[in-house]
């Protein structure tokens, strides 16, 4: 393992280990204890829907999830199309929290996977790939364990955008225009944006805190995104949150499709040798449903 990727590890290791600074305990990466209206999960939804979404269209009968994280895309996965799902994490800390969500979950490097050729179906990695320098090598290693499919979701670049240096952890190594991507994963992949700028402003139609605190999306202090953003939060306080936020999940969608210039997000689908195509998709309701389940009863929730 590189310097680069140990540095990452370690980094990981402290982020899963928590708390992040700012709060008084361990505030999970993903919603896992079910449903939150936190600002920063509301993209996490909403571009979680668009892959599940994708994935839907196929048949499979077990499932990788590279980059599982704490297990959250993991599990939705094993509800919502009753497959084995196996985790694969870069962190030892998040492997951890990951098996109180899967039952089969490693700590491995996804340039190196300990899976045999052709043992899973499918494997679906979300925000991942791009914070590994030797990309190529990392989808050879997923065409290589997948028999039938691969769901990447990645940030993509801008024309002449610079990536960044290993200098830091986790850091934007392999971060490529959808061009790249093309010629990356080859004829059979079939290249979709996600998540569209245009929606960002109304996230304040549902998130119960502002949005604009955080980082990068500051850019919803200056016009004319700062007068719409003002317009939602009003509006939101008066709307179901709940309610608008399958709303905002759905348009997510629609709206990247319908203009992908505007986009950051990019869905990268693999057909290989062995796909198979679902005769009947299972319903968006279905997967909303079970993405924004509420808290089940018993489950401890996190604080601020």
């Known amino acids: 393992m590189d310097e680069y990727t140990r540095r990452t590890r370690t980094w990981l290791d402290q982020i899963y280990a928590g708390p992040p600074p700012g709060f008084g305990e361990y505030v999970p990466h993903s919603p896992i204890h079910g449903l939150s209206l936190r600002s920063q999960y509301i993209g996490t939804y909403a571009h ?14 077990s499932v990788l999830d590279l980059g599982a994280g704490e297990g959250f895309l993991g599990r939705l996965i094993r509800e919502i199309f009753a497959v084995p799902v196996f985790g694969a994490d870069l962190s030892l800390q998040a492997c951890r929290r ?57 940030p993509h670049a801008r024309s002449g955008q610079a990536r960044e240096l290993p200098t830091e952890p986790h850091a934007h190594v392999s971060l490529l225009t959808r ?3 093309q010629v990356l994963f080859g004829p059979r992949a079939h290249i979709y944006p996600s998540l569209s700028k245009i929606v960002r402003p109304l996230y304040a139609l549902v998130a119960e805190d502002d ?10 202090s200056r016009q004319p995104w700062s007068v719409v953003y003002r317009l939602a ?3 939101g306080s008066v709307l179901p949150g709940a309610a608008m936020l399958r709303w905002l999940c759905r348009a997510e969608y629609v709206l990247a499709r319908l ?7 990019t869905i990268v689908v693999v057909e290989l040798a062995g796909v198979r195509h679902r005769v009947r998709r299972v319903p968006a309701r279905e997967i909303l449903d079970a993405l924004l389940r509420p808290p089940r009863s018993g489950d401890p929730l996190p604080r601020s």
């Open 211 to 220: 949005i604009r605190n955080q980082p990068r999306y500051r850019w919803l």
């Open 259 to 265: 203009f992908p210039w505007w986009t950051y997000e």
């Open 48 to 61: 979680l829907y668009a892959v599940l979404y994708h994935l839907a269209r196929y048949e499979f009968s």
């Open 233 to 235: 939060r009003a509006a």
């Open 98 to 154: 990951a098996r109180s969500q899967l039952p089969d979950v490693v700590c491995a490097h996804a340039v190196e996977l300990p899976f045999r050729t052709g043992s899973v179906d499918a494997i679906v990695s979300v925000n991942t790939l791009e914070h590994i320098v030797e990309i190529q090598q990392a989808v050879n290693e997923l065409a290589r364990v997948a028999r039938s499919l691969l769901v990447v979701a990645l």
């Open 179 to 181: 061009a790249e991507m």
